[in-house]
């Protein structure tokens, strides 16, 4: 019904021979029958690289930002072209990183979806609330209100172009884990979020990730969870046996 994907997320690690030498452990151990997508993110200046690494497997590899300008006086960005000049399809947006420390806002990322969605992109919007804002039994709204402020003003078709992937940000490289109730409970409130404004064909069609110190021992039980369908895994990415591990769990 819905795809299952696991989907690494490089951050800022790796020169090109790491790149190069991960994506060649990854493909020596990818098993032949698997049960999720595959995606890595590694760093702009290596997308070309990993791109005609992957070219013969299942992994599709995949951006960690972009920007929402089309092109010109902004230095230092990148554009959805750029990108797709280099054989990208799929782009994660809204990272609480890129919130947090670049101060992106919702703003921000509506606009970048909706330009990335436009040029015919697929984007892993990325949502999840701080300690505190579960502490005060604000995680709901918190997450809400960030899909709605960036992905509500989508169509229903545009709707099929978006992954989303819930991180709690208090979860994010800590090696704290949301327990899979925990997962399955914002996943679900999620999926009824979007049913209750799109329908429920739109929701039922959507994969939603969880992200957060994702790794081996944890995987297969937060995967389990009915509305959770795969992972956006950090620090367990950079490493093939645990990636490979995890892409077993499904
Ligand atoms: P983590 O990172 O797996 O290291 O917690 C997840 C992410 O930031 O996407």
């Given at each position: 019904?819905?795809?299952?994907?696991?989907?690494?997320?490089?951050?800022?690690?790796?020169?090109?021979?790491?790149?190069?030498?991960?994506?060649?452990?990854?493909?020596?151990?990818?098993?032949?029958?698997?049960?999720?997508?595959?995606?890595?993110?590694?760093?702009?200046?290596?997308?070309?690289?990993?791109?005609?690494?992957?070219?013969?497997?299942?992994?599709?590899?995949?951006?960690?930002?972009?920007?929402?300008?089309?092109?010109?006086?902004?230095?230092?960005?990148?554009?959805?072209?750029?990108?797709?000049?280099?054989?990208?399809?799929?782009?994660?947006?809204?990272?609480?990183?890129?919130?947090?420390?670049?101060?992106?806002?919702?703003?921000?990322?509506a606009?970048?979806?909706k330009?990335?969605?436009?040029?015919?992109?697929?984007?892993?919007?990325?949502?999840?609330?701080?300690?505190?804002?579960?502490?005060?039994?604000?995680?709901?709204?918190?997450?809400?209100?960030?899909?709605?402020?960036?992905l509500f003003d989508l169509?229903?078709?545009?709707?099929?172009?978006?992954?989303?992937?819930?991180?709690?940000?208090?979860?994010?490289?800590?090696?704290?884990?949301?327990?899979?109730?925990?997962?399955?409970?914002?996943?679900?409130?999620?999926?009824?979020?979007?049913?209750?404004?799109?329908?429920?064909?739109?929701?039922?069609?959507?994969?939603?990730?969880?992200?957060?110190?994702?790794?081996?021992?944890?995987?297969?039980?937060?995967?389990?969870?009915?509305?959770?369908?795969?992972?956006?895994?950090?620090?367990?990415?950079?490493?093939?046996?645990?990636?490979?591990?995890?892409?077993?769990?499904?």
């Amino acid at each position: 019904m819905r795809n299952n994907i696991l989907a690494g997320n490089w951050k800022m690690n790796c020169d090109l021979p790491m790149t190069q030498e991960l994506i060649s452990n990854i493909k020596k151990q990818l098993p032949e029958q698997l049960d999720c997508e595959v995606m890595i993110a590694p760093s702009h200046p290596f997308l070309y690289a990993a791109f005609n690494d992957s070219l013969d497997t299942p992994i599709e590899v995949i951006a960690q930002n972009v920007s929402q300008h089309e092109n010109g006086a902004f230095t230092g960005e990148v554009s959805i072209d750029m990108l797709q000049s280099v054989g990208i399809k799929t782009v994660i947006l809204g990272h609480s990183e890129r919130r947090d420390v670049f101060l992106e806002t919702d703003k921000d990322l509506a606009q970048k979806t909706k330009a990335a969605i436009d040029k015919g992109m697929r984007v892993v919007f990325c949502c999840g609330e701080h300690l505190d804002q579960r502490n005060t039994g604000n995680h709901f709204k918190t997450v809400t209100d960030q899909i709605e402020k960036a992905l509500f003003d989508l169509s229903s078709k545009e709707w099929k172009q978006i992954v989303v992937a819930y991180e709690p940000v208090w979860a994010i490289g800590t090696g704290e884990t949301a327990s899979p109730d925990q997962a399955q409970e914002m996943h679900h409130h999620i999926r009824k979020f979007i049913a209750d404004k799109y329908g429920d064909k739109t929701a039922d069609k959507l994969s939603i990730l969880y992200g957060g110190s994702v790794k081996p021992a944890n995987a297969q039980e937060i995967f389990a969870q009915p509305d959770v369908d795969g992972g956006l895994v950090g620090g367990a990415s950079l490493d093939a046996d645990s990636f490979i591990a995890i892409a077993k769990a499904f």
